[in-house]
């Protein structure tokens, strides 16, 4: 027992099961504590011989102090003889799921649907939430009561979304701009998946009792296997110097380089600002990555590009737009333009990052090791009380992008010498590629670095 404050309700954790903290000022009032981590405030009282539970709502839309008001205005309505949990529950009843989605949305937008890591959901997430609910939930769903929902309804809905039963091209707020809606097997299982977070969302509320979108078999969304072999990538470099010779796209082609020698997203690198890229510590300190605050160990072509750009930098961002305030904004059109009609129009920005992990396997490190290096949650470095990284992961960075820079230049490994004149993580890198290409000749030694 204790007095409802918002001191008691954020020290609430979860437990194995859900339990309810009572009031000790306000009898029947109460805090309930789920075991996802989320609170609700309910009061419970007797009417008609039984005990009723009213749940008056999540914690967050409602604080201590206006949940505590609402639990006095309710519990002088049962004190007339009125039942507010049956009240509730015939409304509950006749709630559709577009109604159901429309609430989730408020909540959505507010900031009090949670992510990965329990952080707000962000942005651009949202919005392929929202594109989710109204292109596919609603359309298929939306007039059905939430309570009447079984697992068939929701696997029918599935189907649907795979046949394309949902495609259509709407128009956007954007002059001329316009949305395609195309379905199929990876659009179905992750808009399934969202709607079962929305009616967990629904559990929790105390809106249903059970959620029907639980044991529905998803198809298995699309693993991106492509990944660009030694020749592709010396296909790429020659692709790459030759549109560097239009000034237009000189920017894009950085990016594209750097996305390829660091594995990084692309909205990571497009985005990626000074304060940053720590390269006296050969690192980027991304602070809103996908994984949330994530460290990144880069090789030293890496370190080495940004010293250089850093010197002729001008504003916040390292690939600044044309005012310099925001990000570089024209990548993806001239990705397109890039690539079009080429041997590789079929790449995208993650395939990069994919072949840029795929090189580390063939290079012999361990899958822990090349999730640290492209910020998978299970090796990713996001302590905030971490300021040097660990030297065999930088070493693992140095070889990775060494070798990608190698083939993006055209270097043959066993043909090429080069002087080790910068430190002994050249040296170590030259060894460690002597070794990689089976070069017997310390005086044949590749180095696929800017020197």
Not at 89 to 116: F, N, P, R, W
Not at 258 to 277: K, P, Y
Not at 299 to 313: D, I
Not at 348 to 376: K, W, Y
Request: glycine share 10%; charged share 25%.
């Amino acid at each position: 027992m204790a007095k409802l404050t918002k001191r008691v309700v954020d020290a609430a954790e979860s437990r194995r099961s859900d339990y309810v903290i009572w009031d000790d000022e306000l009898p029947g009032f109460g805090l309930r504590v789920f075991t996802s981590g989320k609170r609700s405030y309910v009061i419970q009282y007797r009417q008609g011989g039984r005990s009723r539970r009213y749940t008056i709502g999540l914690h967050g839309i409602w604080t201590p102090e206006l949940a505590r008001q609402e639990a006095k205005v309710q519990l002088g309505r049962i004190a007339r003889g009125e039942d507010p949990a049956e009240e509730k529950q015939l409304d509950h009843k006749s709630m559709s799921v577009k109604e159901l989605c429309t609430l989730y949305q408020k909540d959505l937008q507010a900031g009090l649907i949670l992510g990965k890591g329990g952080r707000p959901k962000k942005p651009s997430t949202i919005i392929s939430d929202v594109g989710r609910i109204q292109r596919h939930i609603i359309p298929l769903l939306g007039t059905r009561r939430v309570k009447d929902l079984t697992k068939a309804d929701i696997t029918k809905a599935m189907k649907d979304i795979m046949a394309g039963k949902t495609r259509l091209v709407a128009k956007t707020e954007k002059l001329r701009g316009k949305s395609i809606v195309k379905g199929g097997a990876g659009t179905a299982s992750r808009t399934i998946g969202l709607f079962g977070g929305i009616l967990t969302y629904a559990v929790e509320a105390g809106l249903i009792d059970a959620n029907p979108a639980h044991g529905v078999r998803r198809p298995k969304d699309n693993v991106r296997a492509r990944r660009l072999s030694e020749a592709e990538y010396r296909v790429l470099g020659e692709m790459l110097r030759a549109a560097a010779e239009n000034e237009t796209y000189s920017m894009t082609v950085e990016i594209i380089r750097q996305i390829a020698l660091t594995g990084c997203r692309r909205a990571e690198m497009v985005g990626l600002q000074w304060d940053e890229a720590d390269t006296g510590y050969s690192c980027l300190r991304l602070k809103d990555s996908k994984e949330g605050r994530s460290i990144r160990p880069v090789g030293l072509p890496v370190v080495e590009y940004l010293e250089k750009r850093r010197a002729e930098a001008d504003g916040d961002y390292v690939f600044p737009g044309r005012d310099g305030d925001n990000a570089f904004g024209s990548f993806p059109n001239h990705w397109k333009k890039i690539f079009a009609g080429s041997s590789l129009s079929d790449i995208t920005p993650h395939v990069l990052r994919h072949s840029f992990a795929s090189v580390a396997n063939d290079l012999g490190f361990t899958e822990i090791t090349i999730a640290a290096l492209v910020g998978h949650a299970k090796g990713s470095v996001t302590s905030n009380y971490i300021h040097t990284v660990d030297t065999a992961l930088i070493m693992a960075a140095d070889t990775i992008a060494g070798y990608i820079q190698g083939l993006l230049d055209g270097i043959e490994f066993k043909q090429t010498t080069y002087a080790l004149d910068r430190d002994s993580r050249k040296t170590s890198l030259a060894r460690f590629l002597q070794k990689a290409v089976g070069n017997d000749n310390p005086s044949e030694v590749a180095q696929p670095l800017v020197a």
